[in-house]
């Protein structure tokens, strides 16, 4: 296998999210760096959130609604070089349950079982090791094949199609310090066995803006503080507005520590600043391990 360092490290830590809430594609601090051809990468997440209350577009904040969460992801991604552009195909299998659910006092459904199954590529039109510059654009594709019941108020599948594209640009300033910037838009399809199961849920498309800051501890230490930002994805239940969208301000404080030359742990601590039109997360705390091969 060839030597692997932290330019190995291209792997993002998504937020598995209900499917009232935000559906947010999000990278960890490194996820634009490419790894070398020909390595592949297997990874395992597992995020616990809390939230305690809910600021809904149809009502004032609500402090009887909450919730907790605990969600896994398993990974895989194989780099290769293809008519000479770095790609990194994917697949992402979700797990996901709920628990403590309430919603204006009254209580909800506390689902689990498989999410949406996730397809990836990204594709780097700019992979500069020497000057520290990489851009990549990434297309997703949600296939609605999670555990989904009609008329439950909370499900961890989402009935219906989703696309996401995604651009990264990541720039190294100078031995310790690096800055990470992503932007993305996300396209929903109809669930036409929403609400009662009879409804239709519609949501306009939704956009996010990330950034990150890095500094190098040591060569095998990397601290790192983030920000993201997402707009837009009001829902509607037929043609109703049902108080939920995707307003969401996040703060986030990452570290990542290799045990070995291919073995790394990674671990990410969240809270919403502000939230408009969904569930406020309270604290949130992902662990990531990597396994390079």
Known sequence: M???NWLALSLAALLLLPAFSAQAVDVG???YVPAPADTNALLLYYRHAESSHANLT???RSDNSGLTADSGILRFIHYADIAGMRMAPQILVPVAALHETALNGAPLNQP???GDIIL???FWVENDPVNKRYLGITPYLWLPVGTYNAGDGLNIGENRWKANVQAGYDQGLDNDWSVAVTADVTWYGDNSEAGTGRQTLKQDPSFQLQTWV????TTETRLAVGLSQTLGGKQTTDDDANGFKTEVTQARLSMSQMLTPSFQAQGILTTDLRVNGGFQEDYG???R???LF
């Open 120 to 122: 990836a590529n990204v």
């Open 214 to 217: 890095r500094y190098d501890l």
């Open 285 to 287: 705390a992902q662990l």
């Open 289 to 291: 391990l990597l396994k």
């Open 58 to 60: 149809t009502s004032a």
């Open 29 to 31: 601090p490194d996820d």
């Open 112 to 114: 689990g079982g498989l």
């Open 2 to 4: 060839k030597p692997l």
